[in-house]
């Protein structure tokens, strides 16, 4: 005989007060757990969303990023001319030899500035990356000293918008168009032609090449001739494997900072919801008592505490989803610890968090509420009435 939830629900309105704010500390925790979550994701999903399957980056050998990558004329020829190099419709090879430097830009809100990645591309550099448009403006042309500005960055900082321009490599740069993304890395990019980047800042070598398979199952093909040719000191990867590397250092801190916080808030909300367990135990000594005569058994009562910290836990964890999903309209930014540049990511939620969540709620409203159950399914019939 099991003790129905129409009892324990008259319970949680009869403690409005101590139900609400027992439910609200295990929603704060709730939506701290799964804000970190979303945060991580977000970054992820930017970096990872960034590359393609189809394309390879290619970078000298454990320089880890593009900023610290170096590669000479003479390499980057050897790798255009791969076999597995895939071809445009007007008969291009689908290769894009790239250069990338960090320059300082002073943000519109402040006069702090941060570090902002340039990236010198060609008309196949723009061909490789289909998920870029041009959402005000227009594309710069080649040979000039025209830019554009990745939405983030003309959002954020000054000179960055349409028909301002920036200096830098001295030279003033034109800001001829503003370039969406789809909210991956390259909103948080410059982008000018490579040719006047180099000549701009006196450097003579590329810091990547990028490819584009004619089949993607040839990579591992490619990958082992490049990186056992003698000629190249060279290291290939898928494009989404080289930019999910880029974000798992940062990530790893968030991750890491984000369980310590929820772990402290949340043994603040175990606590607070055993002691609302047990001023209800010890309220309804008498009911449990009754309980027990009328046959109810220590299991009966000790499973429906249990319901009730559950309900507790389920209660502050919807709230906290449900606070937790409007995190998803804002875009922060963050030094990016790999490039050392800035970078601009949204919170993303999807269904895993959601589970995770609202799992870690039920988790905390058990672990808060078992000692208080075990308790009043200890309680003696006899003491229990005699508290009448």
């Not at 999910?244 to 929820?262: C, K, P």
């Amino acid at each position: 005989m099991t003790i129905p939830l129409s009892y324990i629900w008259r319970n949680f309105t009869a403690r409005k007060l101590t139900t609400l704010l027992t439910a609200g500390g295990m929603a704060l925790v709730v939506f701290v757990f799964a804000t970190v979550l979303m945060l991580e994701e977000g970054l992820r999903k930017t970096l990872v969303e960034t590359g393609s399957p189809d394309n390879v980056v290619i970078t000298r050998r454990s320089a880890g990023t593009e900023v610290q990558s170096v590669i000479d004329r003479e390499q980057a020829a050897i790798v255009e001319n791969q076999p597995e190099v895939a071809y445009s419709a007007n008969g291009w090879r689908l290769a894009s030899k790239e250069m990338i430097v960090l320059i300082s830009l002073a943000k519109r809100s402040s006069d702090k500035a941060s570090n902002v990645l340039i990236r010198g591309v060609g008309q196949k550099g723009i061909e490789l990356r289909p998920q870029v448009e041009i959402a005000e403006g227009r594309m710069f042309r080649p040979g000039s000293t025209e830019i554009i500005a990745g939405k983030s960055v003309a959002e954020r900082y000054r000179g960055a918008g349409v028909g301002e321009t920036l200096r830098f490599g001295q030279r003033e740069w034109t800001v001829v168009g503003i370039m969406d993304a789809g909210k991956t890395g390259f909103d948080s990019e410059i982008w000018g032609d490579v040719d006047q980047l180099m000549q701009a800042f006196r450097r003579p070598v590329y810091s990547s090449v990028i490819l584009k398979l004619n089949d993607p199952a040839v990579f591992s093909q490619l990958k082992t001739r490049i990186e056992n040719d003698p000629r190249l000191t060279l290291e290939v990867k898928q494009e989404s494997v080289f930019y999910a590397e880029q974000s798992q250092l940062l990530a790893n801190f968030i991750r890491y900072l984000g369980m310590i916080l929820s772990i402290i808030f949340s043994i603040g909300a175990i606590i607070g919801a055993m002691i609302t367990m047990y001023a209800s135990v010890a309220n309804r000594a008498t009911e449990i008592g009754t309980l027990r005569a009328l046959g109810f058994r220590r299991m009966n009562i000790l499973a429906a505490f249990l319901v009730e910290a559950l309900m507790l836990g389920a209660a502050g964890g919807v709230a906290g989803l449900v606070f937790a999903s409007f995190m998803q309209f804002f875009t922060i930014s963050t030094m990016n610890w790999q490039s050392f540049s800035e970078l601009a990511f949204s919170f993303t939620l999807n269904g895993a968090i959601i589970i995770k969540s609202f799992a870690f709620a039920l988790i905390m409203g058990v672990t808060g509420g078992f000692l208080p159950a075990a308790r009043a399914a200890r309680l003696n019939i006899v003491d229990s009435l005699r508290a009448v």
